[in-house]
């Protein structure tokens, strides 16, 4: 009696499969979380929307003296920056721990690196829709309106990229610390780290504007690199170059983030 050889798939095969399976799952599990709460979402307005009417008040009467015609279109990139940093991802990691769902949730045989992967989607994911929003409100106050876009729908489905990038990127600090610490307030007070990163930018004004020291940390700051090419694709127009370097810095943000955030992974299983 002959029989039919079975193979079944390699091991390399069998863990993608099992890879993505997971990370399907906690994909959508953070769409559920933050369609049945969309209050998540509301911190990260307040900041973002208070953000922009406040700084347009302060500073926009200065802004025609560095060649700046229409500040608050000016500041739309910027706004976006603060929505993408308080995404509540790592918050959300706190409420798995202290709900035991985390443990358990590592005693199954799925991929450590698609759990640790599916809340920063689910973070990025956040970030795009913060970013819909804060376009949504903030463009009509701006002297061409929704017309202020150059680039047309295309740049601004890719400002929105750029956002959703970034706060994958910046979220997964957030994640780190509340996998380390597993407090929600530790977790919480990790909001103010972006404030270097931000008032160290051409976030409110160019680049030219800095001097000294300034101008020299904002050269090697990665928040320069994607606020201009959003701001470039908002007012200018397409430029391959500014968008490859606001990518480029997100990437090297992210590789430094998500190892941090990695590591804590690792230490709270062991």
């Known amino acids: 009696m002959s029989t039919v050889p079975t193979t079944a798939p390699p091991a390399p095969a069998r863990a993608r499969m099992g890879l993505f399976r997971t990370l399907g799952y906690m994909v959508q599990r953070e769409v559920r979380r933050t369609l049945a709460a969309p209050a998540l979402l509301f911190p990260a307005l307040l900041v973002a929307l208070g953000t922009f009417f406040l700084m347009s008040g302060l500073f926009g009467g200065y802004a025609t003296e560095f060649g700046i015609t229409d500040y608050m279109a000016y500041l739309v990139a910027t706004t976006l920056m603060f929505g993408a940093?308080?995404?509540?991802?790592?918050?959300?990691?706190?409420?798995?721990?202290?709900?035991?769902?985390?443990s358990k949730l590592l005693t199954t045989p799925t991929s450590r690196l698609a759990i640790l992967l599916g809340g920063m989607i689910g973070d990025a994911l956040r970030a795009a829709a913060i970013a819909i929003v804060v376009l949504v409100v903030t463009l009509p106050f701006t002297q061409d309106g929704y017309g202020t876009f150059a680039t047309g729908i295309g740049g601004a489905l890719l400002v929105i990229a750029l956002t959703a990038c970034w706060g994958l990127a910046y979220g997964a600090i957030s994640h780190a610390i509340a996998l380390k610490t597993g407090?929600?307030?530790?977790?919480?007070?990790?909001?103010?780290?972006?404030?270097?990163?931000l008032f160290l930018a051409p976030s409110f004004g160019p680049r030219e504007s800095m001097s000294g020291w300034v101008q020299a940390v904002a050269q090697v700051n990665p928040v320069t690199y994607v606020i201009e090419a959003q701001r470039g694709l908002m007012l200018t127009g397409w430029d391959s170059g500014q968008i490859a370097a606001g990518f480029i810095a997100i990437a090297a943000m992210a590789v430094a983030t998500v190892t941090l955030a990695m590591l804590a992974l690792r230490s709270r299983v062991s």
């Open 85 to 102: 940093i308080n995404t509540s991802g790592g918050q959300l990691v706190v409420q798995d721990i202290e709900a035991g769902y985390f």
């Open 183 to 197: 407090s929600a307030a530790i977790t919480q007070a990790a909001f103010p780290i972006f404030f270097p990163f």
